[in-house]
């Protein structure tokens, strides 16, 4: 009988063990995009959805995607969510009453992160890629190759996010991997400078 339950239990823990290998050794793919749709305008008072879909080189919802959001707005942040994970590629978020319209100087930003395929603890692709959207304003990624809507004058100073990043990450509240990335998209947009 103990050889039997020994069996099972190996057959079982082998089992496991080849679906977490052949998961990881699935063709997911080398490039994303991250879309984020949600209306051109907001108003004091008023709660909008966001919806965020994660897209494959084809343009097709990629699946089992995993991203964080942050949408803020001045010094408030109004949603801080950390490893979504949709079978889809798509997600829909509730976005509280602002205090403030969305306005250029006071304009609601949506961060979103994408931070890997997979589920769990295994998790590959473009991790770190960024997408941006201001209301009012328009949508920029991370790495700004396509950047669209975007007034160059409005991104050469450090955005509010990037400002409230650094709270975040001294309440424990992101991964220092995070930060990591908003210092690139500041060195990628020229905010920040290296010498040589």
């Known amino acids: 009988m103990k050889y039997a339950l020994l069996t099972v239990f190996f057959v079982i823990v082998f089992s496991f063990s080849y ?3 052949s998961f990881a050794a699935l063709d997911f793919p080398e490039e994303i995009s991250i879309e ?3 209306p051109e305008t ?3 008072g008023e709660r909008i959805l966001v919806d965020v879909e994660i897209l ?3 343009g097709k919802k990629a699946e089992h995607v995993n991203y964080d959001i942050i949408v803020t707005q001045g010094d408030k942040t109004l949603i801080d969510e950390h490893d979504i ?3 889809d590629g798509v997600g829909t978020h509730l976005i509280p009453p602002l205090s403030k319209d969305a306005t250029d100087k006071v304009p609601l930003e949506i961060m979103v992160t994408f931070q890997g395929f997979g589920m769990e603890k295994i998790k590959v692709g ?3 890629e960024i997408a941006i959207l201001k209301v009012p304003g328009g949508i920029y990624h991370g790495d700004m190759e396509e950047s669209t809507h975007v007034d160059v004058e409005e991104i050469q100073k450090i955005p509010e996010w ?3 990043i650094f709270t975040w990450f001294s309440q424990d509240q992101i991964s220092e991997d995070e930060v990591l990335n908003a210092i690139k998209f500041l060195i990628n947009q020229g905010i ?3 010498d040589d």
């Open 19 to 21: 679906i977490s290998t």
């Open 36 to 38: 984020i749709i949600a």
């Open 42 to 44: 907001v108003s004091a």
């Open 56 to 58: 494959d080189e084809n």
């Open 85 to 87: 994970h949709s079978m």
């Open 126 to 128: 473009p991790i770190g």
């Open 162 to 164: 990037v400002k409230n």
């Open 192 to 194: 920040i400078e290296l």
